[in-house]
């Protein structure tokens, strides 16, 4: 079946430092991918998203990319800041497994803390 | 825009008591969803509904009933509660899906111990 894996936390970072958070995937079809951020005491946000190989998604100065043969789409932010500190969700929709259901599967989630 | 609201925000039940998870959504999407997420798990799917009327069970739904008698609203039952079931609770929602890349909307979670 359909998996995320991504890279165990925390992350602890100063401000202003390169952020890179690993996800992989396993799929049945061609999956759309998703990048969700949890901040403390709320639901998740979409934070950007990539529907077909070789798509960059980008939002509020994060960016990744979706690797087809590397099954990859690693988040990455040149400079974060104190406010970036969250939950970081990878999450997949394949239909080919899921139907017209739209269903997701996440990865365990990724702490990041920020310092000043 | 209120987006998706789920009610309560905390919970304390006992053993064995019964309660509903309440979840509305004003944004007129068919689907909708109900996920637990337990420390370290990420989020595990209970139940989902492709529109009123319809539901289906999800990864993880033993313990918990939905039904959807309208597009807004998709309230989770849990009938005899269990320590097991002690967890946050988020409700989603989202579009019909057109090739898979329909983001899901989270309410803020309902978060729910079992003692």
């Given at each position: 079946?359909?998996?995320?894996?991504?890279?165990?936390?925390?992350?602890?970072?100063?401000?202003e430092?390169?952020?890179?958070?690993?996800?992989?995937?396993?799929?049945?079809?061609?999956?759309?991918?998703?990048w969700?951020?949890?901040?403390?005491?709320?639901?998740?946000?979409?934070?950007l998203?990539?529907?077909?190989?070789?798509?960059?998604?980008?939002?509020?100065?994060?960016?990744?990319t979706?690797?087809?043969?590397?099954?990859?789409?690693?988040l990455?932010?040149?400079?974060?800041?104190?406010?970036?500190?969250?939950?970081?969700?990878?999450?997949?929709?394949?239909?080919?497994?899921g139907?017209?259901?739209?269903?997701?599967?996440?990865?365990?989630?990724t702490?990041?803390?920020?310092?000043? | 825009n209120?987006?998706?609201?789920?009610?309560?925000?905390f919970?304390?039940?006992?053993?064995?008591?019964?309660?509903?998870?309440?979840?509305?959504?004003?944004?007129?999407?068919?689907?909708?969803?109900?996920?637990?997420?337990?420390?370290?798990?990420?989020?595990?799917?209970?139940?989902?509904?492709?529109?009123?009327?319809?539901t289906d069970?999800?990864?993880?739904?033993?313990?918990?009933?939905?039904?959807?008698?309208?597009?807004?609203?998709?309230?989770?039952?849990?009938?005899?509660?269990?320590?097991?079931?002690?967890?946050?609770?988020?409700?989603?929602?989202?579009?019909?899906?057109?090739?898979?890349?329909?983001?899901?909307?989270?309410?803020d979670?309902?978060?729910?111990?079992?003692?």
């Amino acid at each position: 079946g359909n998996s995320v894996t991504q890279m165990e936390g925390p992350v602890t970072l100063s401000e202003e430092a390169f952020l890179t958070i690993n996800c992989t995937y396993t799929a049945t079809g061609y999956p759309s991918l998703f990048w969700y951020v949890q901040y403390p005491g709320e639901g998740l946000q979409l934070l950007l998203k990539a529907t077909k190989a070789d798509d960059k998604g980008s939002n509020k100065g994060f960016e990744a990319t979706y690797r087809k043969e590397t099954t990859s789409f690693h988040l990455e932010k040149g400079s974060v800041q104190v406010s970036d500190s969250a939950v970081y969700f990878c999450a997949l929709s394949d239909p080919l497994e899921g139907g017209a259901t739209n269903k997701l599967i996440f990865g365990t989630g990724t702490l990041l803390a920020v310092q000043p | 825009n209120a987006g998706v609201t789920q009610t309560p925000k905390f919970r304390i039940l006992k053993i064995g008591q019964s309660m509903t998870l309440q979840c509305t959504q004003d944004m007129n999407h068919n689907y909708m969803y109900w996920y637990r997420q337990d420390p370290g798990m990420g989020l595990k799917l209970i139940y989902y509904s492709v529109g009123a009327g319809i539901t289906d069970k999800g990864e993880v739904p033993n313990g918990y009933n939905v039904s959807r008698s309208t597009t807004e609203d998709f309230p989770l039952r849990l009938e005899l509660a269990a320590p097991s079931q002690t967890s946050v609770y988020f409700c989603a929602s989202s579009y019909p899906v057109t090739g898979g890349n329909q983001p899901q909307h989270f309410g803020d979670g309902t978060r729910l111990s079992i003692l």
